[in-house]
């Protein structure tokens, strides 16, 4: 479509009102009660960004601020939508998603991380994906168990 048919102060205007999608990982969309509702709470905040951006009169404006709550929106209604919401674990014999493990490095270091949903992994704040390399060398292992993790030991103190 022409820009002169778009009211599009230029055709670069017009390019930034349409963002790539966010990428979405091919990995089983597990996700723990508190992931679930931090996805519907980014989405609940992404529609709301969207109604401010819609309220603009200024029509380039409006499709500007309005494209990162719309790219946000399809992103995050497609994680709810194909959220599996997975229960605690309630036997602390093997690891599982969910699992709070303590392991100590062979660099002396020891590190503790909670297994959880790609969206609601941190590591800043002690959760990591259960598709990340560490926890999936952890998983099913049991506490005394020896993870090589590439040239890597973990050594498993505890499952919480």
């Keep these: 479509m ?3 048919f778009a009211k599009e102060e230029s055709a670069e205007a017009a390019s930034e009102t ?3 999608a966010r990428p979405v990982s091919d990995r089983i969309n597990l996700v723990t009660q508190a992931g679930l509702a931090m996805l519907r709470d980014e989405l609940t905040r992404a529609q709301q960004a969207l109604d401010v951006a819609n309220a603009l009169d200024d029509v380039n404006e409006r499709r500007r601020q309005s494209a990162v709550p719309v790219r ?13 919401l997975m229960p605690a674990p309630t036997s602390f014999d093997a690891i599982a998603f969910g699992h709070t493990v303590t392991f100590a490095r062979d660099d002396g270091r020891t590190q503790t991380f909670r297994i959880v949903g790609e969206d609601e992994a941190n590591p800043a704040q002690a959760t990591i994906s259960h598709g990340s390399p ?3 060398a952890l998983l099913g292992k049991a506490v005394g168990d020896i993870v090589q993790l ?11």
Excluded at 150 to 160: D, M, V
């Design 2 to 4: 022409s820009v002169a």
């Design 18 to 20: 349409i963002l790539p």
């Design 134 to 136: 560490v926890a999936l």
């Design 150 to 160: 590439g040239p890597r030991e973990l050594e498993i103190l505890s499952i919480s």
């Design 72 to 84: 946000d929106i399809r992103y995050h209604a497609e994680r709810v939508r194909t959220a599996q």
